[in-house]
């Protein structure tokens, strides 16, 4: 079966070599015939070339594989992909979180489909159990760390009390941050897997921007040495979860327990469980970024378009994101304390409080009505 790599970056060249090696009879079948790359410096393969319209119009190649990352070309290129008849695999979470109504009718329309495991999860088959779980039973929540690049951050702040830059800077080198990193540390590379997690786990598009998101780029070192002082661990979270006539979708860091298997998850890893009526929860742990891992779930779509086991993709219904059904204790650091004294439940310093139980909506309301840009805020639920 032959391919159309577009882009040649982290992803796309872990792609071109697990396909060039051929490890298994599987990927053996596949070949990489076209590659799309930047500008003419790249151009060191005779299958590379600088016109996407000779990849997308060739009528020998079966599947593009995207990964380019941003929303434009990408979208353009997997769109006229679509049109011509074309499947297509993304590792593009910003990009497909972004189009995905769109592209799925585009899909639906020529009788092909849209694969994104490795968009979700880096190399953990997080978007092929979803797949097998909705196959026989309902998804009540899901949460989980999403992003390997402020997993990496806050283990290794708060294991060498080392400065936020300095760690953002390292996980730049290792290739887990996004081109750019405040996806990463605003909580927006976490916004669009989560939407794309709710696409298959609850067959709903949402608008991202409807997702309550909070980062960690305001973090400090002295919410940090809170969380050392009180046996907690700081991590970055995505959530999900069903209510029937809505749905709460949120990302937030988030203080656990040491005893939460979450808050052992080291380095770039990713972990998340699902949480369904008849399996109960199970957990998918694994590399969430990084050059192989990423490739390598790019590869497995591939092969299942290969063997003929696309997952349909189901109608999706307009369920509305209601965060007001999720409440929780929240540890707010403000320059600004004055607009969450209706709030407290107590003050752990004069610009640090831990909140009564309310809602998130809620809380993010006065977070926003605060307008404070040196605000941290995590839900506590140790
Ligand atoms: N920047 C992302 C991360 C890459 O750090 O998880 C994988 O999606």
Redesign the pocket.
């Known amino acids: 079966m032959k391919i159309g790599l577009l882009g040649y970056g982290v992803v796309g060249s872990g792609v071109g070599k697990i396909i060039d090696d051929g490890l298994t009879w599987e990927v053996r079948e596949l070949e990489v015939a076209r590659i799309l790359v930047k500008d003419e410096s790249e151009l060191k393969d005779p299958r590379m070339t600088l016109s996407a319209d000779e990849i997308l119009n060739d009528p020998e190649i079966d599947v593009i594989v995207e990964c380019m990352g941003g929303l434009e070309p990408a979208h353009t290129y997997v769109r006229k992909a679509l049109e011509n008849g074309k499947y297509v695999v993304t590792?593009n979470?910003k990009m497909l979180a972004s189009y995905c109504s769109e592209l799925f009718d585009i899909a639906r329309k020529n009788n092909v489909t849209v694969h994104y495991e490795a968009?979700?999860g880096?190399g953990i088959p997080w978007m092929a159990s979803l797949d097998r779980t909705r196959r026989v039973d309902d998804i009540i929540s899901f949460r989980g760390i999403?992003?390997?690049?402020?997993n990496?951050i806050l283990e290794r702040m708060s294991k060498e009390h080392s400065s936020f830059a300095d760690k953002l800077k390292e996980?730049q080198e290792l290739g887990?941050?996004?081109r750019d990193p405040s996806?990463?540390i605003d909580g927006y590379?976490v916004r669009s897997?989560v939407s794309l997690s709710c696409v298959k786990a609850f067959d709903t598009v949402q608008n991202t921007e409807d997702i309550t998101t909070f980062g960690i780029r305001t973090i400090s070192e002295a919410d940090l040495q809170y969380c050392e002082d009180h046996g907690l661990a700081c991590k970055l979270l995505g959530n999900g979860e069903f209510h029937h006539s809505c749905i709460s979708a949120y990302v937030i860091p988030v203080f656990l327990g040491k005893e939460d298997v979450f808050a052992n998850i080291p380095l770039?890893f990713?972990a998340i469980e699902s949480n369904s009526l008849t399996l109960g929860r199970a957990m998918f742990y694994g590399q969430?970024?990084g050059s192989l891992p990423?490739a390598h779930a790019v590869v497995q779509n591939i092969v299942d378009i290969w063997k003929n086991q696309d997952p349909e993709i189901n109608d999706k219904f307009p369920v509305s994101i209601d965060n007001s059904r999720h409440e929780g204790c929240y540890y707010i650091r403000t320059g600004k304390p004055e607009f969450f004294l209706d709030a407290a439940a107590e003050w752990i310093s004069d610009n640090t409080l831990l909140t009564k139980k309310m809602s998130l909506q809620k809380v993010a309301g006065m977070v926003e009505q605060a307008d404070d840009e040196t605000l941290f805020i995590a839900e506590v639920t140790a």
């Not at 999403?146 to 402020?150: A, D, H, P, S």
């Open positions: 590792s979470k968009a979700c880096g999403f992003n390997g690049t402020t990496y996980a887990y941050a996004e996806d990463d590379d897997k770039n990713n969430g970024a990423t």
